[in-house]
């Protein structure tokens, strides 16, 4: 039995056990979330498109003289804030303009002032006041300067080319381009919008439960609510009347001289004849800053004078 024994085949050794790491973390990587466009602010009203893709702006429903007016008050408002050495040939043709069409545009002044005395009554003064004031704000809307002055220069260099005689076919040729920068603008912040959400659905984390504590009864929720953003609202019908309670105003303009203002009047050392406005430098050492208001009126303006050396 013993030398079976011996002769027996001993047992195999038992397989070794063999450990798996468990896998590496999966590494998601979660991209920057999205910026509104142009340096806008968060938050910013943009007016909705209707079913037919048309958003109804300061621009939208114009007779042919309100065209004039509002590619005027939109060279205007170039000539004031767009200062940087490649605009510098805006003002010149601005002052042309002016100086060229003195008859035409106290002409188009009038049919202005005689298409809101019938539409508004006794009130027209008070509405065109006021919507002489949001189409000076909506092209001053400061994410969309940059695009503004480069579209403004580009037209106040055809108009250069031009003999000034055929401005109703100029304006009517012109305002559009204007209009398509803030239409542009407006397209890219409802991008940046769905951006934003397809971000926040993807990556953003759960929001906070909000758990009251109460204290003698009163709830106590500790959050207050964030009044810092910035809102734009510029959504504007010409054939619809705003009303004090909804003022259209931008709160931020980069006006090149925060302390002009527009008034009825006339300036000092006036150039040029611009039915509607006029420009005067107010004394602001006492004045709290505030936004620009533009009233209208049959009056002379005063033309911003270029700096020395452009």
């Not at 008070?126 to 220069?153: H, I, K, R």
């Not at 000092?268 to 509607?276: A, H, L, R």
């Amino acid at each position: 039995m013993a030398v079976l024994a011996a002769c027996a085949t001993p047992a195999p050794p038992p397989a070794p056990v063999v450990v798996i790491p468990p896998p590496p973390p999966v590494v998601k990587y979660v991209p920057p979330r999205p910026t509104p466009p142009d340096g806008a602010t968060t938050g910013m009203y943009i007016p909705a498109a209707d079913e037919y893709g048309i958003r109804r702006t300061v621009n939208y429903g114009l007779s042919s003289s309100q065209t004039v007016w509002n590619l005027r008050a939109a060279l205007n408002v170039a000539a004031l804030n767009c200062q940087r050495p490649e605009h510098a040939e805006i003002l010149p043709a601005y002052s042309l303009l002016l100086e060229r069409n003195k008859r035409s545009l106290s002409r188009t002044n009038t049919a202005v002032e005689g298409e809101f005395r019938n539409r508004h009554g006794n009130v027209w003064r008070d509405s065109l006041d006021d919507y002489m004031t949001q189409v000076y704000n909506y092209y001053a809307l400061p994410p969309t300067q940059g695009e503004f002055c480069d579209t403004a220069l580009a037209i106040s260099r055809e108009y250069m080319l031009t003999d000034g005689n055929t401005l109703d076919a100029f304006a009517l040729a012109s305002l559009p381009r204007i209009e398509q920068v803030f239409q542009r603008f407006y397209s890219a912040y409802e991008q940046y919008q769905r951006n934003v959400a397809f971000w926040d659905a993807e990556y953003a984390p759960p929001p906070p439960v909000l758990v009251n504590s109460f204290t003698d009864g009163a709830p106590q929720s500790g959050f207050a609510a964030d009044t810092s953003t910035t809102v734009y609202t510029v959504d504007v019908a010409p054939s619809m009347p705003m009303s004090a309670s909804q003022p259209v105003i931008v709160s931020q303009l980069p006006s090149s001289d925060p302390g002009v203002t527009y008034a009825p009047g006339a300036a000092d050392g006036t150039i040029g004849v611009n039915p509607g406005f006029s420009l005067t430098a107010p004394d602001t050492s006492s004045s709290p800053a505030g936004p620009i208001v533009f009233e209208s009126g049959e009056v002379v303006q005063q033309a911003p004078e270029p700096d020395e050396g452009q």
